[in-house]
């Protein structure tokens, strides 16, 4: 790219990329368990951005996630749809 040009990352393209991602469009949280890490490029999937502007509060956001599930889980009482798994 020639210098001063602009460019753009779409984070929605990129975690949809049929390239990078195995059924993309399915919702499959297990792809980031630790089991699976291998499959998962790198800068392949950028939640918080990446490089040298990567959000500073990347743990505090993450931290506020496992919060807000714990506090789900205590006040709602969860039950899968049966014939779901």
């Known amino acids: 790219m020639p210098k001063g040009s602009f460019m753009t990352i779409s984070s929605y393209v990129l975690h ?8 993309p469009d399915a919702f499959e949280p297990e792809r980031f368990m630790p089991v699976r890490s291998g499959d998962v490029k790198q800068y392949s999937h950028i ?5 040298p502007r990567i959000c500073m509060d990347k743990n505090l956001e993450l931290m506020e996630a496992v919060l807000l599930l714990a506090r789900f889980a205590q006040r709602f009482d969860c039950k899968l749809k049966s014939g779901h798994l």
């Open 16 to 23: 949809r990329h049929k390239l990078l991602w195995e059924n």
């Open 47 to 51: 939640p918080f951005g990446a490089g």
